[in-house]
């Protein structure tokens, strides 16, 4: 089992630039959260989608934010156009479903800077 | 909103010794789960505990859970240099809208010292 893969694992882009972060899933996991993490505020949750819909957006920050799934074995979380206030580690995790319930696995994630 | 806080923000022992952390909740929970994350890499999950359990064990780690005062605690046992790590639990959110969610501590730092 390869475990849920991100990628880029580091990016550094100037603000304005538009920044995409990759996921693949655990094959067979149904529940897909993104996440952010910084010093300040902690682990935020993004978004989550539960079989490749997405079910709450809530935790995107603004409309620059967008997130999709096309199909099981990859998601997507795009910035456009990125901002400074944007860096941070962006972690992708997965669960077999029912999230909260069951462990969520979560990949490496994608240290992102913006100058 | 319902958050776990851990306690304390930051440990420092021995190797050997045993090193024990706190969460602290809010609101009503399903289950409660403790995470470690190493430096540079994603969470990891360590254990879960449901609501109508008290504690639990998985090799060196035991975790204890007290509904009534809305509390858990971390315990490893013969700590090593390699727990060196940041721990975090995470609750869920009871029933309804978001029972979904892991709503995710600020994590306890621990340093083992070899």
């Known amino acids: 089992d390869a475990g849920v893969i991100q990628s880029p694992r580091h990016e550094v882009t100037e603000m304005g630039q538009e920044v995409t972060l990759r996921c693949k899933p655990i094959s067979g996991h149904n529940s897909l959260f993104w996440y952010r993490q910084t010093m300040m505020r902690g682990l935020e949750l993004l978004i989550y989608f539960n079989n490749n819909v997405p079910i709450d957006d809530s935790g995107m920050p603004e409309d620059r934010f967008s997130a999709k799934m096309p199909n099981a074995s990859f998601s997507t979380l795009k910035i456009q156009p990125s901002e400074p206030r944007d860096s941070a580690v962006y972690f992708c995790?997965?669960?077999?479903?029912?999230?909260?319930?069951?462990?969520?696995?979560f990949g490496d994630g994608t240290r992102l800077s913006i100058l | 909103s319902q958050q776990g806080e851990e306690d304390p923000q930051a440990l420092s022992i021995q190797e050997g010794e045993n090193a024990t952390m706190n969460c602290s909740y809010k609101t009503s929970i399903n289950n409660l789960q403790w995470y470690r994350q190493n430096s540079g890499r994603g969470l990891v999950h360590l254990i879960l505990i449901r609501s109508n359990e008290r504690e639990k064990h998985s090799g060196r780690l035991r975790v204890t859970l007290d509904t009534s005062k809305k509390s858990s605690s971390l315990l490893i046992t013969a700590s090593r240099a390699a727990d060196t790590a940041s721990y975090f639990c995470a609750t869920d959110r009871g029933s309804g809208a978001g029972s979904y969610q892991l709503t995710f501590g600020k994590g306890t730092k621990l340093s083992v010292i070899p």
């Open positions: 995790a997965t669960a077999v479903m029912g999230g909260a319930r069951q462990p969520q696995h």
